[in-house]
């Protein structure tokens, strides 16, 4: 009963190349986030969606696509990758209205640009 | 913006003992939220505590509790009897109440239990 399920948990790949990362959740919230762990353990948001809508977008490379579909998917892709996107991405989502409660993190994606 | 602030990159206790990570923030708002998240080596992300700005209550769960002084702008975990599963990053985390809701995290800190 996986609440919010990333694939790949690993992805090598080469400088340039594009790949993308593909998040569900199954808990019904509205709210769907994309955040990345760099490699001094550092968590940023990059995206966030409301029920299809981009509702945040911080700074982040236009290189980098999020989609939703529909509210329980979100998915990332990156194109022309660099070594900078080495790094860890998290997927995490909530229902709007309710700070209180947390967000519930996926296992991540671990990203190797080599 | 809001900025989160972790101090103490690493911690170490020893098995069974009580220790305290630091954690201040910075914001204007009145109303928030603020947690503590465990990671371990593992990756996941999990839950240790959460603290509503409203309540002067310090939050509890079982051997984790936190010092919430909203004047200093402070919330430190405690984290009592420690054990060898204890050992993993652990974020302190802020998370606006109206608005996009997206949390804001600290550099965090690594713990180490030694036995």
């Known amino acids: 009963d996986t609440a919010v399920s990333q694939t790949p948990k690993y992805l090598v790949t080469q400088m340039g190349n594009d790949k993308s990362i593909k998040c569900e959740q199954n808990l019904g919230h509205d709210t769907m986030y994309w955040y990345k762990q760099d490699s001094k353990k550092f968590l940023k948001i990059m995206f966030s969606y409301n029920n299809k809508e981009l509702i945040i977008n911080e700074t982040v490379p236009n290189r980098f696509s999020p989609k939703s579909p529909d509210k329980a998917h979100l998915n990332l892709h990156i194109n022309s990758l660099e070594l900078g996107d080495s790094a860890v991405y998290f997927c995490?989502?909530?229902?709007?209205?309710?700070?209180?409660?947390?967000?519930?993190f996926g296992d991540g994606t671990r990203l190797s640009i080599l | 913006a809001q900025t989160v602030t972790q101090s103490q990159p690493e911690m170490s206790v020893q098995e069974a003992e009580t220790v305290t990570l630091s954690c201040t923030y910075d914001?204007?708002?009145?109303?928030?939220?603020l947690f503590w998240y465990k990671q371990p080596p593992s990756r996941q992300m999990i839950l240790v505590i959460r603290q509503e700005a409203y309540k002067q209550q310090n939050a509890t769960e079982n051997r984790f509790s936190v010092n919430f002084q909203k004047a200093a702008k402070s919330f430190s975990l405690k984290i009592s009897d420690s054990q060898l599963g204890d050992a993993a990053m652990y974020f302190c985390a802020y998370r606006s109440v109206p608005g996009a809701q997206k949390l804001v995290f600290g550099q965090g800190t690594r713990l180490t239990i030694n036995p």
């Open positions: 914001t204007s708002e009145s109303d928030y939220y």
């Open positions: 995490a989502s909530s229902q709007a209205g309710t700070a209180n409660q947390p967000q519930h």
